[in-house]
């Protein structure tokens, strides 16, 4: 078993609707939590970073963090065909001192206008 | 902030030949960086983890006589390729950290060895 589950998808949304990724794990360990979108041939971009539980938002992004289930979760509101992308969430546990991350498999999101 | 850049984007060469593909923090001093490898429709898999100054730790599998690293400063590391092969075409991505924060990529180097 992978310790991050993500459901590789695709994800087909109409645009002006809301995308919503999430990603379970096992290690109870983890404590730093990102997601990251990755455009076909270029390098991870990332969107949002939690530590532990809870939720943040930036702009259209929302994060939410649930460490009693192991599960977090990103949603984006009123996608536009540039969310089109691999959405990836990835995680970290203080007990790597540098911080290596576990990556989910990735989520391709297709946005439809 | 936080931009991490990787030279060159793209590199064909003849299978035998050695590749250098460097990796650089721009506005941020990075205590740590990281070397991954990706195939297509695939997640990263992390290659090796490097600090200013010391040797890079590598990944099981991944051989450090054939992927050597250097991480000479602060803002700079690179991966050469050495005897590259055709099975080692593939996208190589790095990215760095500051303080075991969170990690920026760079934009990815496409490698193909013919």
């Known amino acids: 078993q992978k310790e991050v589950e993500q459901d590789p998808g695709p994800l087909s949304v109409p645009e002006g609707a809301i995308v919503s990724l999430n990603c379970t794990y096992s290690?109870?360990?983890?404590?730093?939590f990102m997601w990251y979108r990755q455009y076909s041939r270029k390098g991870p971009e990332l969107l949002m970073y939690?530590?532990?539980?809870g939720n943040k938002e930036d702009g259209r992004f929302t994060a939410q963090v649930d460490k009693s289930s192991k599960y977090i979760s990103l949603f984006i509101r009123d996608s536009q065909p540039s969310d089109s992308a691999t959405y990836l969430c990835?995680?970290?546990?203080?007990?790597?001192?540098?911080?290596?991350?576990?990556f989910g498999a990735g989520t391709q999101v297709v946005v439809t206008p | 902030g936080a931009v991490v850049s990787q030279h060159p984007s793209r590199v064909i060469c003849k299978s035998g030949t050695s590749v250098k593909i460097e990796c650089r923090s721009l506005?941020?001093?990075?205590?740590?960086m990281f070397w991954y490898r990706q195939f297509p429709k695939q997640s990263l898999m992390l290659m090796a983890t490097?600090?200013?100054?010391?040797?890079?730790?590598?990944e099981q599998g991944v051989e450090k006589d054939k992927f050597l690293i250097n991480h000479a400063s602060l803002t700079l590391s690179t991966l050469t390729v050495t005897s590259a092969h055709p099975e080692d075409s593939s996208f190589y991505i790095c990215?760095?950290?500051?303080?075991?924060?969170?990690?920026?990529f760079g934009p990815g180097t496409r490698l193909l060895v013919l």
């Open positions: 990215s760095a950290s500051f303080e075991r924060e969170t990690q920026y």
């Open positions: 290690n109870s360990a983890f404590q730093y």
């Open positions: 939690t530590y532990s539980s």
């Open positions: 990835a995680m970290s546990s203080l007990d790597d001192s540098w911080g290596k991350l576990q």
């Open positions: 506005d941020f001093q990075a205590t740590t």
């Open positions: 490097s600090n200013e100054g010391s040797k890079a730790t590598y």
